[in-house]
């Protein structure tokens, strides 16, 4: 692209996001960002192939992140012990911090995503990480289980259940709008919590 293709699709991005940030993405006009951004809404199909795709573009980076955050963050069968024998819950706290930085670093993108997608193929971004979240944790599990580390093995429902109701816990962080300092005591408790919990459930001695 040239350099002022590049000026106009960036000034497109800009206005999109303004537009779905206001109305959402299902009541979000490509009219009316074209308006917004001084373009034709033919400009806008130069750029991006639909709607959904320019709303995708918004949170490709943030939502890629997220999936590579996820499977840095798992542990395999072979370092179950190692796993449990530095878990904590200020290793873990200091873990979601870190990504709750990112969140907030990046809070336009993630509200899009949290708040603003529904109708576009975005929509079930969060049920689609607490799916790949809840394998990793039902592997982790089996692992600790056949191991005899854990006296009780929950159900795939159940374990399901409690991971997608810690990913909405964090990610209400951006969905309320919750100051960020407020949001460092709220995800303790949320950490804290889940921590106890987790070990309460497998039967491990809680550290």
């Given amino acids: 692209m040239t350099y002022c293709s590049d000026l106009t699709r960036e000034r497109i ?18 009219k009316s960002i074209a308006s917004a951004a001084q373009v034709t809404t033919g400009a806008i199909y130069r750029h991006f192939k639909d709607k959904n795709d320019l709303f995708l573009t918004l949170v490709k980076e943030v939502s890629e992140f997220t999936v590579a955050r996820l499977d840095r963050d798992g542990c395999d069968a072979a370092g179950i012990q190692k796993a449990l024998d530095s878990d904590s819950v200020e290793q873990t706290y200091a873990q979601v911090m870190d990504y709750i930085d ?11 995503l ?10 079930d971004f969060t049920e ?3 799916e790949r979240y809840a ?6 599990i089996d692992a600790a289980y056949e191991t005899g580390l854990a006296s009780h093995r929950p159900s795939e429902t159940e ?29 303790k408790s949320i950490v ?3 921590h106890y919990g987790w070990y309460g459930i497998l039967g491990l001695s809680a550290k």
């Fill in 128 to 130: 689609t990480i607490s």
């Fill in 159 to 187: 374990v399901h259940m409690l991971t997608r109701g810690y990913i909405s816990a964090v990610c209400e962080c951006i969905v309320r709008d919750i100051p960020y300092e407020q949001a460092k005591d709220y995800i």
């Fill in 13 to 30: 991005l800009e206005c999109a996001k303004a537009e779905f940030l206001a109305k959402g993405y299902r009541a979000a006009q490509l």
């Fill in 102 to 112: 990112y969140m907030y670093e990046h809070c336009d993108e993630f509200r899009l």
């Fill in 114 to 123: 949290l708040k603003c997608a529904q109708g576009s193929s975005a929509e």
């Fill in 192 to 194: 804290t919590f889940h």
């Fill in 135 to 140: 394998a990793q944790n039902m592997a982790f």
